[in-house]
Structure formats: C-alpha cells, structure tokens
T-cell receptor
Framework: AQKVTQAQTEISVVEKEDVTLDCVYETRDTTYYLFWYKQPPSGELVFLIRRNSFDEQNEISGRYSWNFQKSTSSFNFTITASQVVDSAVYFCALSEVLRGNTPLVFGKGTRLSVIA | DSGVTQTPKHLITATGQRVTLRCSPRSGDLSVYWYQQSLDQGLQFLIQYYNGEERAKGNILERFSAQQFPDLHSELNLSSLELGDSALYFC??????????????FGEGSRLTVL
C-alpha cells in the first residue's frame, strides 16, 4: 500500500535560514507521482509541485527546491532564505499510476514556523 | 483564490445530527474530491466524483454519503454525527478524472464541530 511519512511534525527557524522538509514514501508501483502542498494559516491547500517517478532531476523554483531520490524513496523540500510568509503546514503526497485512479495519499504534514 | 467554493465555512452541531457540506468546483473542472483533515489522522481521502459519477472511494464511513449534481457541484452528507467526526472537510477539484495527472485545487474547507 502507498504511504507517505513526514517525520518532522514541527520545525521552527529564524528568518533567512535555510530549512529542509523531509518526505519518505512507500509504494510497490514503479510509476507514481509525488506532490508537495502548502497549507497557510488561511487553511486552503496550495499546490507547489508535481513530479513523476521517472524524472529524478532536482527542481528549483525561486527559493524553493526539491530533491527527489528514488534510491532512498525520498522527495525532500528545501526553502532557502526562509521568510515569515513561508510559515505554514507543508504536505507531501503520493499517487500511484499503475493501479489505476488512485487518489493522492498525504503525509501528516510538517508545520513550519519562521520567526522574524 | 483557488476557485473552489465550500459552504459553510464553520458549522457547529450536536451528536446524532445530520449536516450537508457543499462544494462548487472550479469552472470547467469535472472531478470533485472530498478529504477529511483531523489532527490525529491527517488528510484522509473520502470519495471522488467525476462528471456526476462516483470514481473512487476511500475510507468513507457508511454514515457519510456524497453526490455530484448535473451542474457539477457536490454535497457531502454526514449523518448520525459523533464527536470524532469533528474535522476540517476539504473539497478539491480537477479537470481530469485521474487524480495524479494534474493539480488538485482545494477549497478553504468546512470546519465541523460536533458537541
């Protein structure tokens, strides 16, 4: 069965520090998608990235970067030079492909607090 | 603003009661997903509808039901409510019927408190 583990429940950093949010997943499929979502205090989940299992290239988007490593089943998310506006709960999610239409399975989230 | 609208935003009710949560998907999206977010269970997938038909089912209790109407809005009905049903219920929408082919757009959620 598919499973996503975000071992860090809460992280607190000082503004401008870099922070990495860990995500480890389990799946028996060879084809799957990984996602990161952000849940700011307003409550709405905001899509950040989607990555398929065949694309192990790291991705950078501004201060955000993602490190996908199939060998360790990890899809970690790094925020560089964190800002107070980055404070939110971040969710990693997994969806298998070969088993048909499987919904996104989310980890329990990591609450990030960035202190000014 | 994701374009997904959920009502009501907050709801307080008593055990044993029944409530209906409503979701209007983004314009043009055919799929609607319902998720339950609680402190201990995290985000749990409940059910998906695509163009009016049930497409996938998760750990949805028998006391819960959902439907998607011809205008594509969806309703989640929760009955015989228990204290443990207190949670934030999210609706999400997408264009396709396969969840992982694109982005899910989430509403702001409906916070249900059962007293």
């Amino acid at each position: 069965a598919q499973k996503v583990t975000q071992a860090q429940t809460e992280i607190s950093v000082v503004e401008k520090e870099d922070v990495t949010l860990d995500c480890v997943y389990e799946t028996r499929d060879t084809t799957y998608y990984l996602f990161w979502y952000k849940q700011p205090p307003s409550g709405e989940l905001v899509f950040l990235i989607r990555r398929n299992s065949f694309d192990e290239q790291n991705e950078i988007s501004g201060r955000y970067s993602w490190n996908f490593q199939k060998s360790t089943s990890s899809f970690n998310f790094t925020i560089t030079a964190s800002q107070v506006v980055d404070s939110a709960v971040y969710f990693c999610a997994l969806s298998e492909v070969l088993r048909g239409n499987t919904p996104l399975v989310f980890g329990k989230g990591t609450r990030l607090s960035v202190i000014a | 603003d994701s374009g997904v609208t959920q009502t009501p935003k907050h709801l307080i009710t008593a055990t044993g009661q029944r409530v209906t949560l409503r979701c209007s998907p983004r314009s043009g999206d055919l799929s609607v997903y319902w998720y339950q977010q609680s402190l201990d269970q995290g985000l749990q997938f409940l059910i998906q509808y695509y163009n009016g038909e049930e497409r996938a089912k998760g750990n949805i209790l028998e006391r819960f039901s959902a439907q998607q109407f011809p205008d594509l809005h969806s309703e989640l009905n929760l009955s015989s409510l228990e204290l443990g049903d207190s949670a934030l219920y999210f609706c999400a929408s997408s264009l396709t019927q396969v969840a992982n082919t694109g982005e899910l757009f989430f509403g702001e959620g409906s916070r249900l408190t059962v007293l």
